[in-house]
Structures are given as C-alpha cells and as structure tokens.
C-alpha cells in the first residue's frame, strides 16, 4: 500500500472530526459471542420446550433462524394471545411466553456478562484515536452490551462521560455530555442499544450499576436482539441516545466521519439514521465501513450497493477480502485495503497502532 494511502486511511480513522459507530464483531476479540454462537449458548441453557419453538422456525431468506427470530416470534404470538378473550385454546400460553422470554434474556445476560474485564486490543484501539484535540472529546457510538470499552477506559484512567451522574448507583443524566468543564473528557460513549450494567427502578429511573453476572439481573434495560429494537429506541434513554446519534451525524464539522467497525448493517433503524444524516441540507458526512463477509455474499452486496446508490457518493464499505462499494479510493488501492483484512478489529488495531509485541 502507498504512503499516500496509508495516511488517507489514517486519517480516516484519527482524524478529529471522526466519530465511530461499534458493533459486536468488536467485542469477538474478547470473547463475546456473535448472533450465531449466541444463539447456541442460550438455548443450550433454556428450558427445551423453548428449543422445541425454535427448531419449528425459519431464518429470513435463506439464512438459519437465531435467538433474534425466537425473540420475534415469541413476541408476535404474545400480541395476537392479547387480542384474545379466550387463550385456553391455544397450545402456547401468554404465562409461558414471559417466562421463556425472560429466561432467554437472562441466559443472554449470563454470556455477556463480566466482572468489569478490560481487553487489551480494546486499550490499544483507544489510545490511538483519543482525540487530544478536540473540545468535547472523542464520539463512540456503540450496540454492544458489554462493557468492554468502559472498563479499558477506567484502565487507561482516561476522562469519559457515558450520560450518568454518580458512580455505584448513577442514574442517566444525559446533559452530562454537553457539561462545560475545565477537564474535557477524552470520550464520550453512547450505548444506543443500553447495557447490561443499566436497570430501571419501579419509579422507571435508569441507573447504571454493577453487574457481573445473570443473578446481578432485575429489570435490564438493555434491548435484547429482536425487531422490537426500533419501538424501544423511541423512549426514554434511548430517544435521547438516538437522537444525539443523529445530531453528531449532522455536526457541521468540515471533515465529518464516521467509521463504523464490527457492525453488519443489519439494523434498519441505524441504517436510516445514516442515510437521513448523509443526505440532509449541508452536510459533510462520509461513511467508511469496515464490515465482516457473510456467506451470502452476493445478498450483503446487493444491500449495501444499495444504501450507497442512497447516499450520494459518501457512503464507502469495505467487505471481508472480497469486495467494496464506494469512491474513497480507487480499485487498486482499496483491494489492497482488502487484503489486510481490516474487518477484524485486531487487525486495523494493528494496522493503526503498530503489531503489538
């Protein structure tokens, strides 16, 4: 790869007006399951009448089902059971769907769950992109539940706000981001999708707290893996996370990026978040995608061409080792960003902070 080349993709990834979006694949590195290995992990642990209404289901297209479409269904027979005087004819009752339903959100729970771990690619990845620059800090908008990024932060003993007020029992104060204060923080972490530290009191107030396993569990805010994920996003903490998602997008900052790493473009409620933030009056906004391969290659193609055609040249992926969409560069510079297989978190670890020794 050209010096030319690395410093643009450098630049991308540490510029000061560049803000990330992270997803699950960032989390592999530490041992946090993917959708597939989750899928697994839980119904292994479940009750098996729960494996039984799994192993009835389809996948969408040709995909295998996961816990998100067992979520999807639980929760679509639970609204039709509601519409009913009479849910004794029905071998499935609404009693059951509870409680499987919150059996199945504790077991994701117990396998994401930990003591407060730190990761060291994480510690790496952060260092290199605080933004010593800036006034407010680096953005890291992320959908993980985990609190990988949190904890590597408090190992660093680098400054960080995350929307609470308060430490053992904080409770979400989102005007904590936009504080005026002789100390700037060096992040500013929005957990779009909760966390599994949050839990909502009987008063509905959401504190952050310490959790680090299932039995640590009372009402999680966290949303769990189903496609009630854009209903949920529209109250309470996770309109006010969304909607600074949206305003940092628009930010008429000159160089405005985003980079999203570990995140497969599967959530049609971020997507538009994007693609209404790309195409707004004046902006700046350009996306550069790093994105692991899926096995219906030729399908994760076909969806993300589309989105770019959407976005008006500024939206820039780069799949696996397999393919791109985009102008950020030209053909033969972006297979060789290809080939150094960036999709890993590891790697553009690596790739932007040196081989760790």
């Known amino acids: 790869m050209s010096s030319e080349t690395k410093e643009r993709v450098l630049q991308w990834l540490t510029g000061s007006d560049v803000c990330f979006l992270i997803g699950a694949g960032c989390s592999r590195c530490a041992g946090k399951p993917l959708i597939g290995e989750l899928t697994e992990k839980v119904l292994a642990n479940v009750d098996p009448t729960i494996r039984k209404e799994f192993d009835g289901l389809k996948g969408t297209g040709t995909r295998a089902p996961t816990i998100e479409d067992l979520i999807n269904y639980l929760v679509r027979y639970q609204y039709i059971l509601q519409t009913m005087l009479d849910t004794d004819k029905h071998p499935i009752r609404p009693v059951w769907i509870d409680d499987s339903l919150q059996a199945i959100k504790k077991e994701i729970v117990a396998n994401i769950a930990d003591s407060w771990a730190d990761s060291m690619v994480h510690m790496r990845f952060l260092q290199r992109i605080a933004n010593r620059w800036s006034k407010s800090g680096r953005d890291i908008f992320t959908l993980n539940y985990d609190t990988l990024i949190e904890a590597t932060l408090d190992k660093l003993r680098y400054q960080y706000v995350d929307g609470f007020r308060g430490s053992r029992r904080a409770w979400f104060d989102p005007t904590v981001y936009d504080e005026a204060s002789t100390c700037v923080p060096n992040f ?9 530290n949050w839990l909502r009191e009987e008063t509905g107030h959401v504190r952050r707290t310490v959790v680090s396993s299932a039995d640590d569990i009372k009402e999680t805010v966290v949303v769990y893996p189903s496609e009630q994920k854009y209903l949920q996003t529209q109250f309470g903490v996770y309109e006010t996370l969304m909607g600074r998602f949206r305003a940092r997008l628009r930010a008429p900052n000159v160089n405005n990026c985003l980079v999203t790493l570990g995140y497969s473009f599967n959530d049609e409620h971020i997507n538009e978040a ?20 899926d096995p219906k290659a030729a399908e994760q193609q076909i969806q993300l061409t589309k989105i770019e055609e959407r976005c008006d040249n500024r939206f820039n992926a780069f799949v696996g080792n397999s393919f791109y969409v985009g102008n950020a560069l030209d053909a ?26």
């Open 274 to 293: 994007i693609i209404d933030a790309i195409n707004s009056t004046g902006s700046n906004l350009t996306v550069i995608a790093f994105i692991g391969p």
């Open 332 to 357: 033969t510079e972006a297979n060789i960003l290809l080939e150094a297989e960036l999709w890993k978190f590891e790697s553009l670890v690596d790739y932007i902070a040196g081989v760790a020794v």
């Open 188 to 196: 500013r972490i929005h957990k779009l999708h909760g966390s599994i």
